[in-house]
């Protein structure tokens, strides 16, 4: 996810979870007051006490997160963390930290579109489905983030299937390029990847990998003559695999000064341990496609090649209608939520339906105008990323409507689920923002009502408060009323209320947090650290203060730790509930203990 405000753009990229616990194995250390790192004990931490006495002692009082809630008065409220998931399930320390102090967890990226779907359409839920069962394992539910963003898409499978229909120049003449049938060595295509190898057996060419990575993490290759742009290509395949595997193949610029791109891929071929035959065909998409390009590197096994062969025609492109795009995005977001669904067997019962919607600029009927391309192109602050837009084809009027339906139809048709189970949420950032008098909060709101208008049924809305505890005093005041009126218009919908990303930074001004000039992990001091926890311990009384107990749906803790200094998310700043390396807390973890037993 990611924060903008006036003048910056960050980007999140890496979530990492830590936490101290009584415990499951986990045991509280505080490091010997002469310790030079911050933490516990920093001699620069101890503010000032004769007796040298740990101020942080405190800390180890407090119960786990989750046991500090008071289930009574928020019966429905999820104390929630946002975490990496292939730490999470490899079973480990963060495994544990997060069974003992979470109800529910969300994943950083495995479950966007991006990380799931690749450039040829193909998908793998592999992770995600661990991911499932290792939460079910924990006992703790898993928030869906997220279904819809304009954000870390597939760009090139989106854009390919929109690009045109092909239709034939008629000639009707096919060229071979390659032919193998693999009876000698003769025909062996080459490849790499470390744990991999490519050999003939039987009449056949064998790909073998041991360890499961990415799919281009171990290939086969045949680089060739140049393959002109818009040339039809037909693959006639017989394959199988020592298990059920969706195989991808396609073209490829070998350019590393140009990053290796994409040329066009044939659409994934669905292996399973017996011999099939496939035809496929794809359309030359880049200027300088040379190299024929086979990936398995996400299988451990084998995959078995006895017949290939490529043969190219010659073709033109059609533009589509504006209803063929409609009714082909449709189409694709219907597949991608369908196996979605399917690969967290209705278990994941609610979803950020549609991630930051809504730009910071433009006019409709006085509100922002959803995030567009047009913005992109222009260089607005707003938008950025692998971003392919949605509603620049579907319309705005019915972008939510479109989701919104695709996706309860999507869980409905996965046995044994419940449609009433389904929460659907648009989540956003800078709701609470105080330059605009939550302007963008007023126009998420009216683009909520545009879709409901159109027959969508929108049950939440989720705040993401990546904050700034400011030191000046009314900057500070200003900010608290900006986010007491937040919660208010949240509340004022009579919809399911989620601070869905909420971490904390410091410095002096709203400005120079603007312009970057934040304290850093090591310029802080346990008076500075008591602030923020003061602040967190405020947001949670407030939220619970101001929204109804049957609208509370959670609050999540997007960074768990403070971050590294060499993270591409609020780098070297002090945004965690616990230290960087230690795991250990911090008053910002006592700051949200004593917010929830309020």
């Known amino acids: 996810m990611i924060i903008k405000n006036q003048?910056?753009?960050?980007?999140?990229?890496?979530?990492?979870?830590?936490a101290c616990s009584k415990n499951d194995d986990v045991v509280i250390t505080y490091p010997d007051p002469s310790v030079p790192e911050n933490g516990p004990g920093n001699n620069n931490n101890n503010n000032g006490n004769e007796n040298n006495t740990d101020p942080y002692a405190y800390l180890s009082e407090y119960k786990p997160l989750k046991e500090c809630l008071d289930r009574t008065a928020h019966p429905t409220f999820k104390v929630s963390a946002a975490l990496d998931v292939a730490d999470f399930n490899s079973k480990g320390q963060l495994y544990n930290l997060a069974k003992e102090n979470f109800d529910e967890v969300v994943a950083g990226n495995a479950m966007k579109m991006a990380s799931c779907v690749w450039d040829n359409g193909g998908m793998n839920f592999t992770r995600v489905q661990d991911f499932v069962k290792s939460t079910e394992e924990a006992g703790i539910s898993i928030y869906g983030h997220t279904l819809l963003w304009h954000s870390q898409q597939p760009v090139n499978w989106l854009g390919s299937l929109i690009s045109g229909k092909v239709q034939s120049t008629g000639s009707g003449e096919m060229k071979v390029i390659y032919n193998y049938d693999f009876s000698d060595d003769s025909q062996m295509i080459n490849g790499w990847g470390d744990n991999s190898s490519r050999s003939i057996a039987d009449g056949a060419l064998v790909l073998k990998n041991t360890a499961e990575g990415n799919s281009w993490s171990s290939q086969a290759a045949i680089d060739g003559d140049l393959i002109p742009q818009d040339t039809k290509m037909t693959l006639k395949i017989k394959a199988k695999a020592s298990q059920d595997y969706s195989f991808s193949i396609g073209f490829q610029n070998p350019s590393p000064d140009e990053g290796y791109p994409s040329c066009g891929n044939f659409p994934a071929l669905s292996l399973t341990t017996e011999?099939?035959?496939?035809?496929?065909?794809?359309?030359?998409?880049?200027?300088?496609?040379?190299?024929?390009?086979?990936?398995?590197?996400?299988?451990?096994?084998?995959?078995?090649?006895?017949?290939?062969?490529?043969?190219?025609?010659?073709?033109?492109?059609?533009?589509?209608?504006?209803?063929?795009?409609?009714?082909?995005?449709?189409?694709?977001?219907?597949?991608?939520?369908?196996?979605?669904?399917?690969?967290?067997?209705?278990?994941?019962?609610?979803?950020?339906?549609i991630n930051e919607a809504v730009s910071g600029g433009g006019n409709v009927n006085g509100y922002y105008e959803l995030q567009n391309a047009k913005q992109q192109n222009s260089g607005s602050w707003d938008v950025g990323g692998s971003n392919f837009f949605w509603q620049d084809y579907l319309g705005a009027e019915n972008y939510g409507v479109i989701a919104e339906r695709v996706a309860r139809e999507a869980y409905a048709a996965v046995e044994g689920t419940d449609p009433n189970d389904l929460k659907l949420f648009i989540n956003d950032y800078n709701l609470e923002s105080t330059w605009d008098n939550n302007k963008k909060l007023e126009s998420l709101i009216y683009w909520i009502g545009v879709w409901e208008k159109g027959g969508?049924?929108?049950?939440?809305?989720?705040?993401?408060?990546?904050?700034?505890?400011?030191?000046?005093?009314?900057?500070q005041e200003n900010q608290k009323k900006a986010i007491t009126r937040m919660f208010e218009l949240m509340a004022k919908t009579g919809k399911l209320c989620r601070v869905s990303e909420l971490d904390m930074g410091v410095a002096d001004t709203q400005q120079e947090s603007f312009s970057g000039k934040k304290y850093t992990t090591s310029q802080m001091n346990f008076e500075l650290e008591k602030e923020m926890a003061d602040y967190y311990q405020w947001i949670i009384e407030e939220y619970f203060r101001v929204i109804p107990v049957e609208q509370q749906y959670g609050i999540c803790q997007w960074t768990i730790t403070d971050s590294p200094a060499n993270s591409g998310w609020r780098a070297n700043e002090p945004v965690g509930l616990f230290y960087l390396n230690s795991y250990d807390r911090k008053p910002a973890y006592g700051g949200w203990a004593e917010g929830l037993s309020k």
């Open 456 to 475: 969508a049924q929108i049950d939440g809305i989720g705040t993401q408060m990546h904050i700034n505890y400011y030191r000046n005093k009314n900057d």
């Open 275 to 353: 011999y099939q035959e496939f035809e496929v065909s794809t359309v030359i998409s880049g200027p300088k496609a040379t190299r024929f390009l086979v990936n398995f590197g996400d299988i451990v096994g084998s995959v078995y090649i006895d017949q290939m062969t490529l043969s190219a025609e010659s073709i033109e492109k059609i533009p589509l209608t504006k209803q063929e795009t409609v009714d082909t995005l449709v189409w694709a977001m219907k597949s991608w939520m369908n196996g979605m669904m399917n690969a967290t067997q209705g278990k994941v019962k609610a979803w950020d339906l």
């Open 7 to 18: 003048v910056a753009l960050l980007l999140c990229t890496t979530l990492l979870l830590g």
